[in-house]
């Protein structure tokens, strides 16, 4: 069995022969099993194992990087005289300064399941299925799909000034997406899990809270085009602010102007009732780990407190070209790290602080509104709007959820929405990477078909 750690130290001593001023060397060994279940039916299933390694080398500032699948020494030796090569024919870069310094890696619990690792495709395949039978016999499902992925390996990292580390990592997914028909009406319903490990009472509810989703949106009626308060669950919250955070706070975005917070650090932004941290120590959390891709130690950020914009999200390089420290936001390609390409700057586990009010308390606060369950659009991250169609969403009507309403859209400037929270729900879920409770906006535009 290869060593990864003395691999990558031994691959970062022979690239730093070929003389560049800095280098890293990340190297893998992960297995991936995926079932997809389409319509009732096994569409497919996969596995693979996918050991590699990666080199990126530095001459005069300027990057080159290349990977290699497999971990033999011809194959390595050629990824890295092309990344050397690569590095030479860029043009110098005077605002690279450095790569981390040699540090202790954070102590993370949850970043490994035996009981995933040890899942064999057939186990897979399984939950697969287990979950598509979860539609039950109701003869209003029209149609059912499912999907579980599992991944597992080591990842190992090394670096010119020293550092090498090792981690274990596992991921585990499970989405069902069932749809309804009754005559001409049809409604679909979406629910997930992420993590690092295994949920038995996920697998059971995933599926369950789709199927009655998807019925109770075949009753349906109509809105009015205007404003109106918004009730945003957990769900909607995960995809658009997870997308949100991860790439309007990205420092690169910020230094070239493309994020619509550019030049708005230290700024009241949103309500005292939005918290925001991105916590890559949080136990069992789809971004979590103890060094990030460069080698930084994992720690735990404040992005918003009481609405005040605190930090940007930086690696090695932006960090150095604007004279801080690193966040420790390195990715190398989210919860299973791939030797595949160079890191990029992500958040890792974005989590939203809890108020204190029910999801039901926020429905009958609202006399007339909206309750939207999930969408699958994001903002403009250069401008901050977002315009984006309600994929489930639910009138409310004298304070009592209603009919679901169909193609409705809702629009509001990230800024606005920022602003008009003003009830933030006591109980939290994991979506899309994102830890949330359920969130209302006091008002935003909704596009209605009446």
Known sequence: MVDLVELAERVVKSVMKLGPSDCDVIVTDSTYYTADIERGSMKQSSAFKDPGVGVRAYVNGCAGFSSCTGHDLASI???????????????PDKDFKGLPEKARPAKVAGLYEKRVAELEPADVVDMAISMADGA????????????????????????????????RMTSFEA????????????????????????????????????REHAIMGLKQTK??????????????????LGETIGIALNAESIQRKRSFLAGKLGEKLGSDLLTVHDDPTLEWGSGSFSFDGEGVPAMKKVLFDRGKLKTYLYDSYTSGKDSVRSTGNSSRGGSMWTFRRPPSISSSNVVVKKGDAGIEEMIRDTRTGIYLRLTFDYPNMATGEFSGLMMESFKIEDGELGHSLRQSTMGISMLDLFSRIDMVGKKSRVAFGVTAPALRVSRAKIGGSA
């Open 77 to 91: 030796r050629k990824a890295a005289e092309q990344a050397v090569e690569l590095a030479r024919s860029g043009s």
């Open 136 to 167: 039950g016999v109701d003869k209003r499902i029209h149609s059912v799909n499912a999907t579980v992925s599992a991944g597992s390996g080591e990842v190992a990292l090394a670096n010119s000034n020293g550092f090498s580390g090792l981690q």
């Open 175 to 210: 989405i069902a997406d069932m749809v309804a028909k009754s005559g001409s009406k049809m409604f679909s319903g979406i629910d997930g899990c992420w993590g690092r490990r295994i949920d038995p009472k996920a697998l059971e509810s995933v599926p369950r809270e789709a």
């Open 223 to 240: 809105i009015s085009t205007g404003e109106y308060p918004v009730v945003i669950d957990p769900l909607a919250v995960g995809f658009v």
